[in-house]
């Protein structure tokens, strides 16, 4: 069963998404600030998130970016704001679609389906990534091998992973890893990336899968 959580200081929206979700076999949990919105996330683990952007605590976006410190679970923004500014940023932070108020279910509900169909596919895709002599499953967090990472090892290992090819910056992971407060913190990515190359590479003094982009970031070669 899906996973929701929605997110709105307005009652009646929560009760009437809730309804209406609940009757299509989703299952729902419901958040009415952006603090009770991140715990929900973390004790929930929801396969989506239906955001409001007028919180009473915090703003949507910084929800959205609190969110995608730690997770690329699906975000739909649902929002009063209908100017493209409010889009932009929200989109920027890392929502997957924008729905305006007012809204009809049916359409939220079509966005719903064409989000959560987006990221299954893009799960199976991410499945059975070869890493040396190594299989890593994303969605189900495991590593062929008898390989163990701890959630920070997962969390790095993830960001790369799911870009093949594509340089991510130092800046990036340490924002998306540590917090903002922590983009100068290098070395903790050095010790983090050696840690995984171990585990992983069959040669970790000479990395083939998990590169350094000396003073830049790190590719996954595959």
């Known amino acids: 069963m899906t996973r929701i959580l929605v997110v709105d ?12 979700l609940v009757a299509r076999h989703y299952d729902v949990t419901v958040a009415a600030d952006g603090a009770a919105a991140l ?12 955001l409001d952007l007028g919180l009473p605590d915090l703003d949507g976006v910084d929800v959205i970016h609190g969110l995608r410190g730690w997770t690329s679970v699906p975000i739909i923004v649902l929002s009063g704001r209908a100017g493209n500014q409010d889009k932009i940023e929200a989109l920027d932070a890392g929502a997957d679609d924008y729905v305006t108020k007012p809204f009809g279910i049916d359409e939220l509900l079509a966005r719903v389906r064409a989000v959560t169909r987006r990221a299954s596919i893009q799960e ?22 008898d390989v163990r990472l701890t959630p920070t090892e997962w969390h790095i290992l993830e960001l790369i992973l799911r ?13 998306e890893v540590w917090g903002a407060k922590f983009v100068k913190e290098t070395h903790y990515l050095r010790q983090y990336m050696a840690q995984l190359r171990r585990k992983l590479e069959r040669d970790p003094a000479h990395p083939v899968h998990l590169i350094t982009e000396p003073g830049m970031g790190y590719r996954f070669k595959p």
């Open 9 to 20: 200081d307005e009652p009646q929206i929560l009760r009437a998404l809730r309804i209406n």
């Open 39 to 50: 715990r929900a996330a973390v004790d929930h683990t929801p396969d989506l998130v239906i």
């Open 124 to 145: 199976t895709e991410l499945a059975n990534i070869q890493v040396g002599d190594h299989v890593v499953d994303l969605a189900n967090k495991t590593i062929t091998g």
């Open 163 to 175: 870009h093949p090819g594509k340089l991510i910056s130092q800046r990036q992971i340490l924002t």
